[in-house]
């Protein structure tokens, strides 16, 4: 038996997203083309490989199976690509990541980690890069991929797909103000010292964006370019501190609150570039990485925990 490895992926994406419109946009199919994929896939393998519901669809046991080799097969084809490729008489230009300072703090790093250890011959040049950049990078031609911030990304023409959460949240020293409060607003956040991200950092941006010309005054004690020691400051006591919920380790001693502002809620997409190397095995094998570094981090984030209550 022969499978089509576009088959492969589009039946991983839909598993993936228990959706099978959900799978043929990632795919930048119709759910037409699509469901006739999978009707074709499941004749092919002759067993029904997904149970079809309201609420979207699951794998049968065969389609766990083969969706579990699939991956497999998928992952062999970009190791010899990639092999393959090196024998080159030029070698390949490396690929392009973009992505902002919450992406690089964890999901960019883990997922670096495993995809260089996995592809030898892979090279990939990553720079840090606010929403509005990397979308005109992608858009030019000049980035293969990028994590992005939906509110900045929607609408640009890019084919993107969520990735994870990355809502902001308020931290401080654990049994300190915090305790006992499960949300607040931002002016009461800012009624408190604080410490921060540099003011030219993406995420001060993103809240000065949306606070406007009436922002309340805020006392920053100290600022640093680094989202880690920005979290372990606030939870030193040196002050209260608004980051994005990936940058806490879950078994860090500090109090955790979340913020009542909408913009508060913030999610990371993966988007494409509109180069040719984007459909290439590399750049899948990228993007893959990436989903999987980031399913790493929602495991680690499963909710916002309030603050404990002072007893004292």
Excluded at 32 to 48: C, D, F, I, N
Excluded at 99 to 114: E, N, T
Aim: proline fraction near 6%; hydrophobic fraction near 40%; aromatic fraction near 4%.
């Amino acid at each position: 038996m022969r499978y089509d490895l576009d088959d492969l992926r589009l039946f991983l994406h839909v598993v993936d997203e228990g959706s099978i419109t959900a799978g043929a946009r990632r795919m930048s199919l119709s759910l037409p083309s699509a469901s006739a994929r999978v009707r074709a896939l499941e004749r092919h393998a002759g067993v029904e490989l997904v149970i079809r519901g309201r609420r979207g669809v699951r794998p049968t046991p065969a389609g766990s199976t083969l969706a579990r080799h699939a991956r497999d097969v998928l992952v062999q084809t970009a190791r010899l690509d990639s092999a393959v490729a090196s024998y080159r008489d030029a070698p390949a230009e490396p690929l392009t990541l973009l992505a902002g300072g919450s992406a690089m703090h964890r999901i960019v790093p883990r997922a670096l980690i495993s995809l260089l250890r996995e592809y030898p011959d892979l090279d990939v040049a990553v720079s840090e890069s606010r929403t509005p950049r990397t979308v005109r990078m992608l858009a030019d031609g000049k980035a293969d991929l990028g994590v992005v911030l939906d509110d900045e990304a929607r609408d640009r023409g890019l084919h993107t797909e969520p990735l994870g959460d990355d809502s902001l949240v308020v931290i401080g020293q654990a049994g300190g103000i915090l305790s006992g409060r499960e949300s607040l607003t931002y002016r009461e956040v800012a009624e408190h010292p604080l410490v921060g991200l540099d003011a030219g950092s993406s995420l001060r941006r993103w809240i000065e964006k949306y606070l406007g010309p009436h922002a309340p005054a805020v006392r920053y004690r100290t600022t640093a370019a680094d989202l880690g020691l920005v979290v372990a400051l606030a939870a030193a006591g040196a002050g209260l501190a608004v980051v994005p919920r990936p940058a806490i380790d879950p078994g860090a001693s500090l109090d955790v609150c979340s913020l009542r502002e909408p913009w508060s809620r913030r999610q990371h997409h993966l988007a494409w570039g509109t180069t040719v190397r984007t459909s290439s095995t590399a750049t899948a094998a990228l993007a893959e990485h990436l989903r999987l570094a980031a399913r790493a981090e929602t495991g680690r984030h499963p909710d916002v925990r309030p603050a404990a209550p002072n007893l004292d």
